[in-house]
């Protein structure tokens, strides 16, 4: 069996919120120390964070490995290119699929990713995405017979085009963790959650 990846996208300016997000306070470490600790899993052999702007801050600040750092030249042209170049950066057919996980979704926990692993290797999806009373989250599991489609979808659908194209092949893994539905991408964002949370 082969193995999966996990790729972290930390790539944007982080306008709205002011400095970048990767480095935000969240569960006792930052946002992206979040992320890195619940990827911890041992079905993921395979681990990339894709930087962009502010690279060299967020690498020194969260001491990242090299082998670990794809740094996406063209961040600003929005999250699917970060994401196609952490895909390019991994060994050719090492994995049979990738763990994508928005830096801005770091309320998620490592039994959630394990869930979402095992459902995909037990249900034989193309896709598995969380839900929280209904709608679709973060992180999602895709298969890689879609990564060529991933690696040529329209820039300005982005992966969701991969999502509506294949809305028969996905599995939708229903858990309590609203986590996987709240994108913390400005101050007031990150108020309301971690108020929430206490």
């Known amino acids: 069996m082969k193995t999966l990846a996990a790729i972290i996208l930390s790539a944007g300016e982080s306008r709205r919120m002011g400095r970048p997000k990767a480095l935000l306070a969240c569960q006792g470490t930052t946002f992206l120390g979040s992320l890195l600790r619940v990827t911890a899993h041992q079905a993921i052999g395979i681990r990339r964070v894709v930087l962009g702007a502010a690279a060299d801050e967020i690498q020194r ?58 459902a995909f290797r037990a249900k034989g999806k193309l896709i598995v995405m969380p839900t929280w009373q209904g709608h679709r989250g973060h992180p999602v599991i895709f298969a890689s017979q879609l990564y060529q489609e991933l690696l040529t979808a329209p820039a300005e659908a982005g992966a969701r085009a991969v999502v509506w194209a294949h809305q028969a092949d996905i599995f939708e893994l229903a858990t309590d963790e609203q986590g996987v539905t709240q994108n913390l991408d400005d101050p007031e964002s990150v108020r309301k959650a971690t108020s929430a949370g206490r």
């Open 61 to 118: 600040a969260a001491a990242l490995a090299p082998e670990v750092v794809v740094v996406n030249q063209d961040w600003q042209r929005g999250q699917l290119s970060s994401l196609q170049a952490g895909m390019r950066s991994l060994p050719k057919d090492a994995t049979d699929g990738i763990l994508v996980c928005p830096v801005d979704h770091p309320l998620i926990s490592p039994l959630l990713v394990d869930k979402l692993i095992k």
